[in-house]
């Protein structure tokens, strides 16, 4: 049973800084996709990160150069550093894990976040809360 948990949630002000955790277990696959996503109250999930198995990572534009993704081993736990936050980064933060099909890879090497519906294991939710 695949089991995934975030932490690092909080509240900063504009400016800060929050590293979030994601936490797997019980995933076998040899290639897997990490994905973070984010959602604010009133708002469509939005794609933030992603990370494979073979290292390549992929940003939303909103993010890039101040959210960075990383992982030593991506089916155990996966990071997201976030730099510069502002209040438009405010919601709560997920993260998505799958096993790393042709359709996934695929998107990453478009240089695209692979969107909600491929993934089928998520985490609970960890709040990042970003005042002005």
Known sequence: QVKMVESGGGSVQTGGSLQLACRISGLTYA?????WFRQAPGKERERV???????TTIYADSV?????????????IVYLQMDNLTPEDTGMY????????IGMNRHLELGHIPPASAFEFWGQGT??????
């Open 127 to 132: 709040q990042v809360t970003v005042s002005s």
């Open 94 to 101: 997920y993260c998505a894990a799958d096993r790393l099909t």
């Open 31 to 35: 290639s897997v996709c990490v994905t």
């Open 64 to 76: 890039k150069g101040r959210f960075t993704i990383s992982a030593d081993n991506p089916k155990v």
């Open 49 to 55: 990160a992603a990370i494979g198995t073979t290292g």
